[in-house]
C-alpha cells in the first residue's frame, strides 16, 4: 500500500515530525478551552501555512482537527463544559466520574477509545479513498452539479435543530460566494459599486469572523459560567485503569467506530451527531443502561471513538469530489488552493504522494495525541485553568486581526472578518448555522461551474439532471434526506404533547 513508504518518508523527517507534535499539542490545548474549538484554532492559524511547504501546512492542520476533537473531552470531564459540541455527550458521564474522584480514569478511557476511533476512521479513509476515488472520476458535470445539490439539502437540513434556518444558511452561503466577477461573462453580481468587492468575500476572513469572533462574543456573554475544575485527588487506586475495567467498553468503542466513520462521509453531519448517536446506541444496548448518565466508563468510550472515528472518512468526500464533509475540511480547502494543489478525483493522479504523506502524518498526529493526553491529560487542564480570560481573548482578537489582514494584505479582509464575526454571532443566537453557512460558502463555485458546464452539455435544458439515471439517485437521495429530517422532527415535536396527553 502507498501508505507504508510514506510512513517511513514521514518519520525519516524530523522537522516534518516536529510539525505533526506540535499541531497534537495545540489542538489539545485548544479543544480543551471551553468556547474554542479546532476550527477556531485552524482558521487562525492557517495564514501561517502560507509560509509552508504543502505537506506540513495541511498535516498542521489535517493534526490539530483530530487531537482538537479529543482534547473537547478534558474540558467535558473536568469543567462540565463541553470543549467542543462532540464532547457534550462526554460530558454526561465524564463529570460525575470526575464528581466521584475519578476524572484520570475518565480521561484515559476517552484517550483510548478516541485513539482506537481515529485509527479506524483512518485505515477506512486509507482503504477506501481511492476507491472512491475511481468511481468519481467517471462522473460528468450532470452527476458533480446533483452531488453538490445533494450536499446542499444534507448540510441545510441535517445540521442544527431546524431544517428552514438550516436550509437559509446554506442558501446564504450560496449568496455571499456569489459575490465580485461573473466567472464565464466577468460582470459584476452584488458588489453595489463597491471596488473591494469584486474579488469576492476572502475565504480566510470570513471563516476567522465566522469561527473565531463568532465564538468569542458568544463566549463573552456566556462569561462567568464556567464551572470550576474538579481535582483528581491523591487517590491513584480510583484513578488507575485496569484491562478488567476499560474490555466492557470494548464493544462499545468497535460499534462506536464504525458509527463515526459512517457518518464522517457523510458531508456536513459531524462528529457532534455521531457521538450523540453513538451514545444512544450504547446505552441501548448497554447491560446496565441505569448507570449510563451516573458516571459509566462505557458512556465515555462510545461517544469519543465516534467522536474521533470522524475524522479521517470527513476528508473522503474533499479529496475525492472536492466536497467537504466538516467545517474543517472547508478550511482545509482554503490550503490545498493556497498552494496550488487541485482537489477533486484527479488529486489521485496529479498529488497521490502528497495525498498519502497526509494520511500518514494523521496516523503519526493519532499517536502523537493519545500518548500525550494518557499521561498529561489533567496537567493541560491545570494548565488552561491559568490562562485567565481577560488575557486569553484579547490574545485571541489581535491574532486574528492579524491573520485576517496578511491573507491578503487588505485592510477591507479586516472588515470583512469584524462582520463575518457579528454574523457569526447572530447566527448562534438566532439558531441558524454557521457551519451549514461556510460549507456552503466553499461549494458554491465548484456547483455553479458544473450547472453551467451540464446545461452546456444539455439538449433539453434542466431535464438533463432527470434522464442521466446517476444524477437523478443524487436528487433523490437530497429529497429523500430532506423529507426523513422533517418527519424526524416532527415526531420530535409530537411526542411531548402524547406523554403530557397520557
Same mark, same amino acid.
Given at each position: 500500500?502507498?501508505?507504508?513508504?510514506?510512513?517511513?518518508?514521514?518519520?525519516?523527517?524530523?522537522?516534518?515530525?516536529?510539525?505533526?507534535?506540535?499541531?497534537?499539542?495545540?489542538?489539545?490545548?485548544?479543544?480543551?478551552?471551553?468556547?474554542?474549538?479546532?476550527?477556531?484554532?485552524?482558521?487562525?492559524?492557517? #495564514?501561517?501555512?502560507?509560509?509552508?511547504?504543502?505537506?506540513?501546512?495541511?498535516?498542521?492542520?489535517?493534526?490539530?482537527?483530530?487531537?482538537?476533537?479529543?482534547?473537547?473531552?478534558?474540558?467535558?470531564?473536568?469543567?462540565?463544559?463541553?470543549?467542543?459540541?462532540?464532547?457534550?455527550? /462526554?460530558?454526561?458521564?465524564?463529570?460525575?466520574?470526575?464528581?466521584?474522584?475519578?476524572?484520570?480514569?475518565?480521561? @484515559?478511557? =476517552?484517550?483510548?477509545?478516541?485513539?482506537?476511533?481515529?485509527? /479506524?476512521?483512518?485505515?477506512?479513509?486509507?482503504?477506501?479513498?481511492?476507491?472512491?476515488?475511481?468511481?468519481?472520476?467517471?462522473?460528468?458535470?450532470?452527476?458533480?452539479?446533483?452531488?453538490?445539490?445533494?450536499?446542499?439539502?444534507?448540510?441545510?437540513?441535517?445540521?442544527?435543530?431546524? !431544517? /428552514?434556518r438550516g436550509l437559509a444558511s446554506a442558501a446564504l452561503g450560496v449568496l455571499v460566494a456569489m459575490i465580485g466577477l461573473d466567472?464565464?461573462?466577468?460582470? +459584476?453580481?452584488?458588489?453595489?459599486?463597491?471596488?473591494?468587492?469584486?474579488?469576492?468575500?476572502?475565504?480566510?476572513?470570513?471563516?476567522?469572523?465566522?469561527?473565531?469572533?463568532? +465564538?468569542?462574543?458568544?463566549?463573552?456573554?456566556?462569561?462567568?459560567?464556567?464551572?470550576?475544575?474538579?481535582?483528581?485527588?491523591?487517590?491513584?487506586?480510583?484513578?488507575?485503569?485496569?484491562?478488567?475495567?476499560?474490555?466492557?467498553?470494548?464493544?462499545?468503542?468497535?460499534?462506536?467506530? %464504525?458509527?463515526?466513520?459512517?457518518?464522517?462521509?457523510?458531508?456536513?453531519?459531524?462528529?457532534?451527531?455521531?457521538?450523540? !448517536?453513538?451514545?444512544?446506541?450504547? @446505552?441501548?444496548?448497554?447491560?446496565? #443502561?441505569?448507570?449510563?448518565?451516573?458516571?459509566?466508563? +462505557?458512556?465515555?468510550?462510545?461517544?469519543? =471513538?465516534?467522536?474521533?472515528?470522524?475524522?479521517?472518512?470527513?476528508?473522503?468526500?474533499?479529496? /475525492?469530489?472536492?466536497?467537504?464533509?466538516?467545517?474543517?475540511?472547508?478550511?482545509?480547502?482554503?490550503?490545498?488552493?493556497?498552494?496550488?494543489?487541485?482537489? &477533486? #478525483?484527479?488529486? %489521485?493522479?496529479?498529488?497521490?504522494?502528497?495525498?498519502?504523506?497526509? %494520511?500518514?502524518?494523521?496516523?503519526?498526529?493519532?499517536?502523537?495525541?493519545?500518548?500525550?493526553?494518557?499521561?498529561?491529560?489533567?496537567?493541560?487542564?491545570?494548565?488552561?485553568?491559568?490562562?485567565?480570560?481577560?488575557?486569553? *481573548?484579547?490574545?485571541?482578537?489581535?491574532?486574528?486581526?492579524?491573520?485576517?489582514?496578511?491573507?491578503?494584505?487588505?485592510?477591507?479582509?479586516? *472588515?470583512?472578518?469584524?462582520?463575518?464575526? %457579528?454574523?457569526?454571532?447572530?447566527?448562534?443566537?438566532?439558531?441558524?448555522?454557521?457551519?451549514?453557512? !461556510?460549507?456552503?460558502?466553499?461549494?458554491? &463555485?465548484?456547483?455553479?461551474?458544473?450547472?453551467?458546464?451540464?446545461?452546456?452539455?444539455?439538449?433539453?435544458?434542466?431535464?438533463?439532471?432527470?434522464?442521466?439515471?446517476?444524477?437523478?439517485?443524487?436528487?433523490?437521495?437530497?429529497?429523500?434526506?430532506?423529507?426523513?429530517?422533517?418527519?424526524?422532527?416532527?415526531?420530535?415535536?409530537?411526542? #411531548?404533547?402524547? +406523554?403530557?396527553?397520557?
Open positions: 500500500m502507498d501508505v507504508f513508504p510514506a510512513l517511513l518518508g514521514v518519520l525519516s523527517d524530523p522537522v516534518l515530525l516536529g510539525w505533526v507534535l506540535l499541531a497534537a499539542v495545540v489542538g489539545m490545548i485548544v479543544g480543551a478551552i471551553p468556547g474554542l474549538t479546532a476550527s477556531a484554532a485552524i482558521a487562525m492559524l492557517l #495564514p501561517l501555512t502560507f509560509y509552508m511547504e504543502p505537506l506540513p501546512a495541511l498535516a498542521f492542520l489535517y493534526v490539530i482537527g483530530k487531537s482538537g476533537r479529543y482534547g473537547g473531552s478534558i474540558a467535558a470531564i473536568l469543567f462540565n463544559t463541553p470543549g467542543t459540541a462532540a464532547s457534550a455527550a /462526554t460530558q454526561l458521564d465524564g463529570y460525575p466520574l470526575a464528581r466521584q474522584g475519578k476524572a484520570s480514569k475518565a480521561m @484515559k478511557v =476517552a484517550t483510548i477509545s478516541s485513539v482506537i476511533g481515529d485509527f /479506524t476512521g483512518e485505515i477506512l479513509l486509507i482503504v477506501g479513498v481511492a476507491w472512491i476515488a475511481t468511481i468519481a472520476l467517471k462522473l460528468g458535470p450532470p452527476e458533480l452539479f446533483t452531488v453538490y445539490f445533494a450536499a446542499f439539502i444534507v448540510i441545510g437540513s441535517v445540521i442544527g435543530k431546524s !431544517v /428552514t466567472p464565464i461573462s466577468s460582470t +459584476e453580481r452584488f458588489t453595489f459599486g463597491s471596488f473591494d468587492l469584486t474579488n469576492g468575500i476572502g475565504l480566510v476572513p470570513l471563516m476567522i469572523g465566522i469561527f473565531v469572533l463568532g +465564538e468569542v462574543f458568544a463566549q463573552i456573554e456566556e462569561r462567568g459560567k464556567m464551572t470550576e475544575m474538579v481535582q483528581n485527588g491523591n487517590d491513584a487506586a480510583r484513578n488507575t485503569l485496569t484491562w478488567a475495567e476499560y474490555k466492557p467498553c470494548l464493544p462499545h468503542v468497535a460499534r462506536s467506530s %464504525f458509527i463515526g466513520a459512517f457518518i464522517g462521509m457523510l458531508p456536513g453531519l459531524g462528529s457532534a451527531i455521531a457521538a450523540f !448517536v453513538a451514545y444512544g446506541e450504547g @446505552k441501548r444496548r448497554a447491560k446496565n #443502561p441505569e448507570a449510563w448518565g451516573k458516571g459509566a466508563l +462505557e458512556g465515555v468510550a462510545a461517544p469519543e =471513538a465516534a467522536n474521533n472515528a470522524v475524522s479521517g472518512p470527513s476528508m473522503a468526500p474533499l479529496l /475525492t469530489l472536492g466536497i467537504p464533509g466538516s467545517t474543517i475540511g472547508a478550511i482545509l480547502i482554503g490550503v490545498f488552493l493556497i498552494h496550488g494543489i487541485q482537489i &477533486g #478525483p484527479t488529486m %489521485f493522479l496529479t498529488s497521490r504522494d502528497l495525498v498519502y504523506a497526509l %494520511f500518514a502524518c494523521g496516523l503519526i498526529g493519532i499517536v502523537f495525541y493519545g500518548l500525550i493526553g494518557y499521561f498529561g491529560a489533567a496537567f493541560v487542564g491545570r494548565f488552561i485553568t491559568r490562562i485567565p480570560t481577560k488575557v486569553l *481573548y484579547p490574545v485571541i482578537f489581535l491574532t486574528s486581526f492579524v491573520a485576517a489582514y496578511t491573507s491578503r494584505g487588505n485592510l477591507f479582509d479586516v *472588515y470583512v472578518m469584524v462582520a463575518a464575526g %457579528f454574523a457569526g454571532w447572530a447566527m448562534r443566537k438566532l439558531d441558524f448555522n454557521p457551519a451549514a453557512f !461556510v460549507i456552503s460558502f466553499v461549494l458554491a &463555485g465548484g456547483a455553479e461551474e458544473t450547472f453551467r458546464q451540464a446545461l452546456l452539455l444539455s439538449d433539453n435544458g434542466l431535464m438533463i439532471f432527470v434522464t442521466r439515471p446517476v444524477a437523478l439517485l443524487f436528487l433523490l437521495i437530497g429529497v429523500t434526506a430532506l423529507v426523513m429530517r422533517v418527519r424526524s422532527l416532527n415526531r420530535q415535536s409530537r411526542a #411531548p404533547h402524547m +406523554e403530557t396527553a397520557q
